[in-house]
């Protein structure tokens, strides 16, 4: 056991904050968070976010959980955390642990209901919490008497389930002590049930050493159980064909010889499609089966070749077992996998052929987003973080080769414009020695550019390309091309660094860190954009913005596919 020792609420608050990973916590100040946020200005090991607005905020801690494995949002009460809902619900659809912190008004004006500003002047101060239990794993509005047991109940059980979670804190409590004491944080999941646990493992192995045509598909929530290291040794011990699904074209090696590229059903190149349908096996891990995910519900997979390995169950075939998780289940499979199955499979890798590849790009000096995402991969170094916007950048994403130990960033569920832009702040905050790439539409970018200006503010570095097809392109190809609502007012997007303040000096002298300025430019040829491109990499301790323009109605072919088969369900 660890020593008992004396602190306040907020240090306390902020000491398991650090314990778990987070040095940045995202937000806006507002009046009944402020004594808080002078005990977070004080500590010089976490920097604030300083964010344009909550929900900006909220995308950016979702960013950055996605690279550290936890973020953290601060907002002030009713209309501070309103505003960051929407990000919160994306969060808990993609299951990302982001803990939302709430100043709250004291403890005597919520006990005699008193009319206060940013309330519903009603005396009610739990209905914004209690919105919130939908969208979070756990919440607590602290209490003296009880706050260090609220703050860990809290916090390891958004860890453990892989969700947001809600901390209250009145603003006449940040200050008040408590004694606690010094144990780690537990947010280990329970153990699998062991007779449960062997009947799936003896029942997996069985159904390896029968199957001809086996494959793996690894899908998202590897990615968010950390298990890239499992999977790897798994692909590598079986040899099993390997594919990604759109949720997580990162989750694989694509270096491998076994990797065969991203299957999402009809919206999958025809090659892959093939291969995945004529398999007898499919070790599904992980899966996330959402309309864009398996290509509008086109993924085809028949039951019983299937087994599912889940957070926290495990489906062979037609068989469920309860509880047995796939963080404890994949290493023993490891470990006991059939030799024989490894062996077999080498005829089947060496059948399947080269491995599917997009259409070669048409010639010419247009710029085309088939030619963008053909070429985009020369620029791509190893540890990337690789993030695409909603609409043709994520579709568009879905067939790119990334380089080993990449990450990849977008809302396939959630799917809510504009998180991009924030999203790459958290990131690139999260991690300075990856290079960061934002793919994002000009409609996307038009909800949230403000965070620009945070991005300078820190002086991260990311290179910004923004599809310019002046228009949501991905609406007018789902649903009656033409129509005037999916057009807006066109901006000058090549001169956003200059309207956010890069040439003012006040800047510099406030920033976290200096900010240099690279390529800002207007892109409308190959060559242009390769010359752009070459100078970007060459220059990563500067913020790049590729303005590329498009044919308005140019789409990859990975969005002919989807609109196709997905038929507006």
Not at 416 to 423: A, E, F, L, M, R
Not at 460 to 479: A, M, Q, R, S, T
């Amino acid at each position: 056991m660890g020593g008992i020792r004396k602190t306040t609420i907020a240090l306390y608050l902020l000491q398991r904050l650090k314990e778990v990973g987070i040095d940045t916590i995202f937000g806006v100040p507002g009046d009944y968070n402020l004594s808080f946020l002078d005990i977070l200005e004080n500590d010089k090991e976490l920097t604030w976010g300083n964010n344009a607005n909550e929900l900006n905020a909220a995308y950016a801690a979702d960013g950055y959980a996605r690279v550290k494995g936890a973020g953290a949002v601060l907002t002030t009460f009713g209309v501070g955390e309103l505003s960051a809902t929407n990000g919160i619900a994306g969060s808990y659809a993609e299951m990302v642990p982001v803990i939302h912190l709430v100043g709250t008004p004291s403890t005597s004006s919520q006990a005699t209901g008193a009319l206060l500003h940013h309330s519903l002047g009603n005396g009610d101060f739990s209905v914004f919490i209690n919105m919130y239990t939908n969208i979070t794993a756990a919440s607590a509005h602290l209490t003296t008497g009880s706050a260090a047991r609220q703050i860990d109940e809290v916090l390891s059980t958004c860890l453990r389930r892989r969700r947001p979670g809600y901390i209250g804190i009145p603003a006449d409590i940040v200050n008040h002590e408590i004694m606690v004491e010094d144990i780690p944080l537990d947010y280990s999941i329970p153990k699998n049930p062991p007779e449960t646990q062997e009947a799936a493992l003896k029942a997996i192995i069985q159904a390896i050493e029968v199957a001809r045509h086996p494959i793996i598909i690894a899908d998202a929530c590897v990615v968010r159980n950390h298990m890239h290291k499992d999977v790897a040794e798994l692909v590598k011990v079986s040899g099993f064909p390997v594919y990604s699904a759109p949720m997580s074209i990162d989750v694989v090696d694509h270096n491998l010889p076994n990797y065969r590229g991203c299957y999402s059903g009809a919206s999958s190149l025809d090659k892959v499609k093939e291969e995945v349908l004529h398999s007898d096996l499919i070790l599904e891990l992980g899966s996330e089966q959402t309309d864009v995910n398996t290509g509008g519900f086109t993924y085809g997979l028949v039951p019983s070749k299937v087994i599912e390995f889940h957070t926290f169950s495990t489906k062979v075939f037609y068989s469920t077992y309860e509880k047995v998780a796939m963080q404890e289940l994949v290493p023993l499979l490891i470990k006991y996998f059939p030799k024989q199955a490894s062996r077999d499979i080498q005829k089947v890798i060496k059948d399947l052929g080269p491995r599917a590849q997009r259409s070669i790009t048409p010639p010419g000096e247009t710029m085309l987003q088939d030619y963008f995402w053909n070429k985009i991969v020369d620029y791509l170094p190893e540890r990337s973080v690789v993030i695409a916007e909603t609409g043709t950048p994520a579709l568009g994403a879905f067939n790119l080769t990334i380089p080993k130990d990449c990450i990849f960033i977008c809302q396939v569920l959630w799917g809510s414009i504009g998180y991009t832009v924030p999203s790459t702040l958290g990131a690139a905050l999260a991690d300075r020695s990856r290079r960061v790439f934002l793919m994002v539409g000009d409609g996307s970018f038009q909800l949230t550019a403000q965070e620009v200006s945070v991005m300078l503010h820190h002086g991260v570095c990311p290179i910004i390309l923004l599809f310019n097809n002046d228009g949501y392109l991905i609406e007018k190809l789902l649903h009656a091309y033409g129509r005037k609502y999916n057009d807006f007012q066109m901006w000058e997007y090549a001169n956003t660094f200059n309207y956010m303040g890069a040439n003012l000096a006040i800047n510099q002298k406030r920033a976290t860190r200096p900010f240099r300025i690279g390529v800002q430019n207007k892109i409308t040829t190959r060559k242009e954009f390769e010359s752009a491109m070459h100078q970007a990499i060459a220059q990563p301790d500067h913020i790049h913005f590729l303005e590329i323009i498009f044919p308005s109605n140019d789409a990859p072919e990975e969005v002919i596919k989807h609109s196709g088969s997905y038929g507006g369900t």
